[in-house]
Structure formats: structure tokens, C-alpha cells
């Protein structure tokens, strides 16, 4: 059972610049809903997207940081991040846009809505949690990819916008009645029964004070047949995408295949990014330059200023852009693999005795 092998997550007090400490992710996530008092909701927190095995405390307790773990994942919920900015209709366009969502859920996908975990972020939009329960996917390697590849389906089929940044390994996920540092409004759960009915400054007002909620059961509920069916297409996708990327990394390598600046790579140098899409497209555009052997400090120079332009935050670029590049790289990428290990950081030095 995945919840018992990969039990471990983070939790974050303060700013998502704070220190990563490793928690038991279900019990964090229920302390944040119950307004224990340990939780502090009056302050910003933060816990991880995912779950997590041994090999993430050990690599956690050996580290510092979460960064580099490329262990696998698993997580009780896949969340669809709904953030609308002011010129794209701010909340109110983002609770009509998760209306629409979980209505979809319901009547495409055969969802009971009152199983449905959705919340007021407290910032630009709303969060809505798809019990994994429902069609109990197992950890892996990929199941961050593979749960990006669902909800994009998913929110597709509603042809609702969602972030797929959250769906980085590591993510880190502002927790349930935590409170926003900006608006000071805290992330409140709006049961799915009353979605239809509720206005955005009943909402709003809610937000303005954490409260207690009771997690939706999923106990006897049958299993959603129509999502075990989007999950094994979106498993299918991530291994073969996979599978084509290595042979393609393979064959540079080699040179056996001459490397080319993809169309997506050129569209986000100019800007040519959607809001939700802005970290799987900065992290593809550096894995793409690294394949073609520009080094990190050269990936960094071309894709950084384009990604702070989009919105996203130093922190966040630096962090794609390192992965982005660790993993698109023609050597790298086979070293963990030909050593036995886990390739966590690519430093270059210049050879003894050579002029710099």
C-alpha cells in the first residue's frame, strides 16, 4: 500500500524560502485541517505536493534540502491548481472555471462531487483534490509526471487552465487554512455540494479566519472506472515521451542525431508560454539546450530573464533550469545510471594548468 511505504513529506513555517522538514505527511495535512494548534494556521505554511519513501528522509537528513532526490512518489490526492490573474478574471473567472471543473468531474468522469477536496487557495484562485483512492495508481519514479499528464486530461476535457507547475517531484503545496502572505486571507475548504451555490464574497469572507473540516471519506465508494482509465493513458504517455527522449539523448551523444532548438524551446524565448504552463516549458527548454551541449551557465543566461518575465519567481527558475539542464544533458543523463547512483549536481572546472 503506497500510503504506508511512502508515509514521509515536508512542512514549511513561513515563507517557501524556509527550511524543508520532513514530516508524516498525513498526519501535517490533518493538523492543517483540524486548526491544530501546532499547525500555526495563522502564519504561511506550506507542505509537499507528494509522498515519499525511506530514501527521501535519508536523502533529506544527508542533504538539507529535498533538492536532487529523484526517488519515487506518491500522493493521496492529485491537485488541479486553478489561478486566474486580475487580467484574466482574478478569482471570481477562477471559482465559474472550478465550478465547471468538478461538474466535469462529476458528470464525465462519474466522481461522487461530495468526495472532491476543494479550497479557496487564499490567493489568485482555488485548489481541488481528486481522491487517488478512487482508482489507486502506486507510487513510482514517475508519478509526478504521470499525475500532471492526468489532470492536464482531465482539466482538458473541462478546457479549464491549470497550473502543471505543481507537479514538480518536490513541490511544494500551500497547506489547508494556512494563511497567504499577501492577502492575508487564509486557504479554506468550500465543500463541493455547496460550490453552485455559494458567491465569491461569501468566499472571500469565509477566508478571513481558518476553520476545522472533516476530509471526505472515500470508504465505500466505487471505484471510478473512467479515471483508471485517463491514468493508464497518461502512464503510457510519460514512459513512451521517456523512452523517445533517452533514444534522442542516446543518439546525440553518439552523434548518430544532430540536436535542434525545438519549436517549444523557441516559443518560450518569446514569451509564448500560458500561465499554468510556465514550469514544465521552462524545465523541457532547458533540458532541450543541455541536449544540444550548451552548458548550465548558458542555459541559465538564454532562459532566465524570458521565465522572470513570465512570472515566476528566481527561486523557482533556478530550480527548473538546474533540473531542466541536469537531465537533458547527453552525458549526464546515462551517469547515474552507469555508476549505480543518482546524478544531484553538474559542476564544470577547468582542467589543472590551463589558462582561464
Known sequence: MSAATHPHGFRIIGPCTGDRRRVDAARAFLAYCQCDARA????????SAFQ????FAEHLARTGSPAGFAGSTWSPFVWLDIDRDESAGGVAR???DTRLLVDTLVETFGVPRGVLVPFLSGGKGFH???PTALWVPPASADF?????HFAESVAGEAKVAVDAGVFD????FRAPNSRHPRTRLHKRYVPADELDDVTLDDVLGMARHPAPFDVPAVDGVESADFLVAVWGTAARAVAEKAAAAEQRRQEVATGERGGTVNRSTRAFLAGDVEVGDRHRRLYSAAANLAELGCPLAAVSALLTEPALDLGLT?????????NGARRGHPFVARAGELLGGTVVAVEHRQPVGRAT
Not at 500555526?40 to 507542505?47: A, F, L, M, P, Q
Not at 509526478?144 to 500532471?148: I, N, P, Q
Not at 527558475?317 to 538546474?322: C, D, F, K, L, P
Open 40 to 47: 500555526r494556521t495563522d502564519e504561511e505554511g506550506y507542505v
Open 52 to 55: 515519499f519513501g525511506d530514501d
Open 94 to 96: 477562477a471559482l465559474a
Open 128 to 130: 481541488v483534490g481528486i
Open 144 to 148: 509526478h509526471l504521470v499525475a500532471r
Open 169 to 172: 517531484r518536490v513541490r511544494a
Open 314 to 322: 528566481p527561486r523557482d527558475v533556478a530550480r527548473a533550469i538546474e
